[in-house]
């Protein structure tokens, strides 16, 4: 595969306090009654998950919030991720939206086309003014028209997921190259009897996990997944992408069990010891090293390429919070999502294995006293050595689906690759 830098953003640690609480709160989205305040806050996080460090951090930070704040409690729903958005638009139809909405980044452009969320641009670049290079997320993907629609909480980048223990049962090293990972993937399946590729092809979550896997494959063979949001896939590029899922299919990298598995039953097939390697976000890390006998037996490593000793690009993206287009008060809204993105609660993501969006946080005291300091600090030069923007457009949901669908065709039934590409991109306008 090619390979290319597309950009590096300077990390440059600058101690920069976000601003103070906002005053003058009036009624908001969720209600109110005697001078007290409810901000409704949509998320797919559950703060009540034993099993997911990030949702604790969740509670935490809105507990805290709330016990500070003056009249004004944050009430969170916690909403599956491939269910929030759809909910987020119909609620926002019937002026019954939240007054706070996490949305993940490729899916901005849907929200904005929807009117589901209100311009931030008055609340956040005076923020966005005074961290500088301390915020390391591009603020370009969250902007649409000129207008700040969202300010993104977390970075994530894609990398290869090994269970270390296995590999050194087996006698293999960590691959090194994609042909590698193929090779070592099929030898791990058939030293320990698990699937030694977890890749999704199921449709569940509307085919993000195999997404996630084909964006930067097809990066790295020269192309590219859409420009300017029109398909731009159905290329030599896109053919050489499915072309590998086939050999690793072929080579018993992984097996037909894959159709059934979207991103979760990819998650839980590594927290059970059935699936020995996959390529998974930074930010479910910490999740399935809870599984038993896991912990530190999984490890990570940049996504191999072509050549040795230099991986693929991985996308940037992340999670976001935006004022819904029915918040009464918008302020009031933001006085909460600017305590979110701050460094006291970047902290709390950060020990929950997330990367914080601000550079001080890596240097600041509460993380450099993180088991995971290191490991953290690895994944954000990644993203800062090789991360690219993840591509998004308004049907990016819908287009993930139909891609999956046309990998399932390719893979497991052996239709051509060419022709299945090209049906997508003209179902999508390319």
């Known amino acids: 595969m090619k390979h290319g830098i597309i950009r590096k953003v300077a990390a440059v640690a600058l101690t920069a306090a976000v ?11 969720g209600g109110s009654a005697g001078g007290e305040e409810n901000l409704d806050f949509w998320i797919f996080l559950d703060p009540n998950s034993p099993d997911d460090p990030r ?3 969740l509670k935490s930070i809105v507990d805290d919030y709330n016990a500070q704040s003056d009249g004004v409690t944050v009430t969170v729903r916690s909403i599956n991720y491939a269910k929030i958005d759809a909910e987020v638009i119909k609620a926002t139809a019937s002026g019954q939206g939240p007054d706070i909405i996490n949305i993940y980044s490729n899916q901005l452009p849907t929200h904005v086309a929807a009117g589901t969320i209100q311009p931030m641009t008055e609340y956040a670049q005076p923020l966005l003014d005074e961290l500088g290079d301390d915020y390391l997320f591009p603020i370009d993907g969250a902007t649409f028209d000129g207008d700040i629609m969202a300010l993104p909480w977390e970075i994530r980048a894609w990398l290869l997921w090994y269970r270390a223990d296995l590999l050194a049962d087996a006698g293999l090293e960590v691959p090194q190259t994609l042909d590698e990972l193929g090779t070592t993937a099929a030898a791990l399946g058939a030293a320990t009897g698990t699937t030694g590729l977890g890749v999704g092809f199921s449709n569940q979550g509307l085919g993000a996990d195999f997404m996630e896997k084909f964006i930067p494959f097809t990066w790295g063979n020269g192309g590219d997944v859409l420009v300017n949001g029109e398909p731009a896939f159905a290329s030599d590029a896109g053919v050489a992408t499915m072309d590998y899922f086939t050999q690793l299919h072929d080579e018993g990298a992984f097996g037909d069990e894959v159709l059934s598995m979207g991103a979760d039953e990819v998650i839980n097939g590594i927290k059970a010891g059935t699936i ?20 530190d037996n999984l490890q990570t490593a940049p996504i191999p390429s072509d050549v040795a000793g230099t991986p693929l690009q991985t996308p940037v993206a992340g999670q976001t919070l935006a004022i819904g287009a029915n918040a009464e008060d918008p302020a009031a809204a933001w006085d909460f999502i600017q305590y979110y993105a701050s460094a006291v609660s970047q902290e709390k993501f950060a020990a929950a294995g997330v990367l914080p969006v ?3 946080v890596y240097d600041s005291e509460a993380v450099q006293t993180l088991p995971n300091a290191g490991e953290l600090a690895t994944w954000r030069d990644y993203v800062l050595d090789y991360g690219r923007p993840a591509p998004v457009s308004e049907n990016f949901s819908e287009l993930s689906d139909a891609l999956v669908t046309a990998g399932q065709r390719v893979v497991f039934q052996g239709a051509d690759a060419a022709s299945e590409l090209d049906a997508v991109a003209g179902q999508f306008g390319g």
Not at 19 to 29: P, R, V
Not at 278 to 287: K, L, T
């Open 19 to 29: 601003g103070a609480t906002l005053a003058g709160c009036a009624s908001g989205g």
């Open 55 to 57: 949702g604790a951090a």
């Open 358 to 360: 601000l550079a001080s």
């Open 276 to 295: 020995s390697m996959a390529i998974e976000g930074s930010y479910r890390v910490a999740a399935a090293r809870s599984g038993e006998g896991i912990g």
